[in-house]
């Protein structure tokens, strides 16, 4: 991926004299020479600022004049010469370039122009060309986090808690972007299954977009009638769907309950007992999900009513999708024509259906191999092209074929990048809309699960080698989304 920098040059720094500059009679020293520098970051990479805040970039001056400093569009600059920093903010509400050259600038007793730069990053985690890896994090040892990748490949570990000074629930389970706000669920909140307390912002965040500033957060007490709560789907702030568990000495029963952010109320939303534990769909302003034992249907929600609507499938095979999702893999996702992808197991194979809601008909295909079975979701879309895996290969299926046979593609083996971190793919795929290219995470040893993990990136047009590969970030990966797929 091509990134393009803007190189700011030093604003005009005055010019003096002969006549103005220190001179030397026969016998005297020559004028001390200067020194200026901006200090570079911990890490020697680009700096990283999140849009609204400001940054803080400490500098050095010996025997140096006035010293200016450059500035760009949509970016405020602020010297400090007391406290030797350079303060730079890009406001919210101006379109700032989104990566810069600082420079700061200087004459010396000599006469000489002193410069010296350091590249920043703007960090509007709304950003289309970025991604979030969600974490659930060990059980019983630490809570979720949200890893963010940069346009430029920068990886902010935990960029709630930059934002926040706080963390998010322990084992968090999905995310959900929708109307300038980010919707982060965890699995436990503040209390993990053994009992242990965690200080955490609870079982549901709302957080801004852009920034990540929490909005509002919800506690499991104040959540307490959900039991496990592991998928979430948003129309607005009074209808936000959160899939559960079955009963766990909270909810009644197994199923998808909406909660009104603006007062908290919650409601079963009836006819959902047994949804299973999948990434729900949000098309034309409704909430899919599949359903449970023999899916001969899948479900439908809208806003107007807490009582979902079954509709039956029309499809050949018999689709089996238990609601253990750790016996059978099954999933379903947006169509980019208005309709649903939907995955099932049937007739001893594996199927991928293509559903039109309009005509309530659609047409399917057998997959070549076994999807791996995972809580998320086990393929991603682009167009007419799913991406699944299984084991530790990654598939390619091109729906338009006319074939299984010339369909299925096994694209690349993540084990074959690496044989440790690459031993077992966690979760789904993730398919970036704007870039065009694919991210899986791998872990090896679960006990070291904090070091052997790999958040790797590949071009579906040359997948032999990665593209980028992100090293000790995949905590557990809930699942991979990108801000530009809501």
């Given amino acids: 991926m091509k990134h393009f920098r803007l190189i700011l040059t030093a604003v005009a720094v005055a010019v003096f004299s002969g006549a103005l500059l220190p001179s030397c009679s026969e016998g005297e020293a020559p004028a001390p020479a200067g020194a200026l520098t901006l200090a570079p970051s911990e890490t020697g990479a680009p700096y990283l600022v999140i849009v609204g805040e400001t940054l803080g970039i400490p500098y050095t001056a010996e025997q140096v004049g006035t010293l200016t400093c450059s500035a760009a569009e949509g ?16 406001s919210l509400d101006t379109n700032a370039e989104p990566s810069i050259t600082l420079t700061l600038s200087g004459v010396d007793m000599s006469g000489k122009t002193l410069t010296s730069s350091v590249e920043v990053h703007l960090l509007d985690f709304s950003d289309p060309k970025g991604a979030f890896v969600l974490n659930e994090g060990n059980m019983t040892t630490e809570n979720g986090s949200l890893t963010y990748i940069s346009p430029w490949g920068d990886v902010v570990p935990d960029a709630y808690r930059l934002a926040n000074g706080t963390e998010l629930g322990n084992v968090c389970q999905d995310l959900y972007i929708h109307d300038g706000l980010v919707y982060i669920l965890s699995q436990n909140g503040g209390k993990n299954t053994v009992g ?34 592991t998928h979430l789907a948003v129309l607005d702030a009074k209808h936000v769907y959160i899939r559960t568990d079955s009963d766990n000495g909270g909810a009644t029963q197994q199923g998808i309950w909406r909660l009104d952010t603006t007062s908290g109320a919650l409601s079963f939303v009836e006819k959902t007992a047994g949804a299973p534990k999948n990434r729900m769909a949000v098309v034309g302003g409704k909430v899919y999900s599949t359903n449970g034992s ?39 996702r947006p169509s980019d024509d208005g309709g649903l992808w939907i995955m099932g197991q049937g007739t001893g194979r594996y199927w991928i259906h293509k559903y039109d809601l309009s005509a ?19 393929f991603a879309v682009d167009g007419n092209v799913i991406y699944y895996v299984s084991g530790t290969y990654v598939h390619r299926f091109d729906f338009d074929a006319a074939s299984t046979a010339e369909a299925d593609l096994q694209l690349f083996d993540v084990y074959d990048f690496d044989a440790l971190a690459g031993n077992t793919l966690y979760n789904g795929p993730g398919f970036h809309p704007v870039t065009g290219d694919l991210y899986v995470a791998s872990m090896g040893d679960f006990t070291n699960y904090a070091t052997d993990n790999v958040v790797w990136v590949v071009s579906p047009a040359a997948p032999t080698q990665p593209v980028a590969q992100y090293r000790g970030y995949a905590h557990f990966p809930a699942g991979i989304y990108f801000p530009a797929e809501f």
């Avoid at 970016?75 to 303060?87: N, P, S």
């Avoid at 709302?206 to 959900?226: G, I, N």
């Avoid at 309530?360 to 086990?378: D, F, I, S, T």
């Fill in 294 to 332: 023999y899916m001969v249907n899948i479900l439908q929600i809208s806003a107007d009513s807490d009582i979902a609507e079954k509709i039956a499938l029309p499809f050949s095979s018999q689709i089996l999708h238990v609601n253990d999702s750790e016996e059978f893999a099954g999933g379903i």
């Fill in 196 to 229: 242990s307390e965690f200080e955490n912002d609870g079982m549901l965040v709302v957080a801004d977009a852009r920034t990540l500033k929490r909005v509002k957060a919800f506690s499991s007490e104040e959540l307490s009638a959900l039991s496990w709560p």
């Fill in 75 to 90: 970016w405020t600059v602020e010297l400090d010469e007391t406290a030797r920093l350079v303060k730079l903010s890009a």
């Fill in 360 to 378: 309530r008909a659609g047409r399917e295909m057998a997959l070549a191999a076994e999807p791996r079975k995972v809580y998320n979701c086990p």
